[in-house]
């Protein structure tokens, strides 16, 4: 089993940039892709980005492809949302994920079975 911390929200007015954490424990966080989501008030969850475990393959959402970099440190058990162009439809609760199958990558959210709590990120006008 997965267990997911997110940090590095806040507050930021467009065009800023913020740098999203999640550090993981409770397995071999080398073994599992990682991937992150965001859901917006009143808005269903959306991909965002997904890794995989050795960071050979990376995918994006179309909304966030240029502006948006998932990276992952399998020594420090942490992965990374660097987020560049911000904006004000950006804002959301972001989310990181692990599918419950080791070596499986999944750009599909109902395929990830261990969740963060998630971190608010908001982006002014």
């Known amino acids: 089993q997965v267990q997911l911390t997110e940090s590095g929200g806040g507050l930021v007015q467009a065009g800023g940039s913020l740098r999203l954490s999640c550090a993981a424990s409770?397995?071999?966080?080398?073994?599992?892709?990682m991937g992150w989501s965001r859901q917006a008030p009143g808005k269903e969850r959306e991909f965002v980005a997904a890794?995989?475990?050795?960071?050979?393959?990376?995918n994006y959402a179309d909304s966030v492809k240029g502006r948006f970099t998932i990276s992952r440190d399998n020594a420090k058990n942490t992965v990374y949302l660097q987020m560049n162009s911000l904006k004000p439809e950006d804002t959301a609760v972001y989310s990181c994920?692990?599918?419950?199958?080791?070596?499986?990558?999944?750009?599909?959210?109902?395929?990830?079975?261990?969740w963060g709590q998630g971190t608010q990120v908001t982006v002014s006008s």
């Open positions: 890794i995989s475990r050795r960071s050979g393959q990376t």
């Open positions: 994920a692990a599918p419950k199958r080791e070596y499986y990558y999944t750009t599909v959210l109902s395929e990830y079975d261990y």
């Open positions: 409770g397995s071999t966080f080398s073994t599992y892709a």
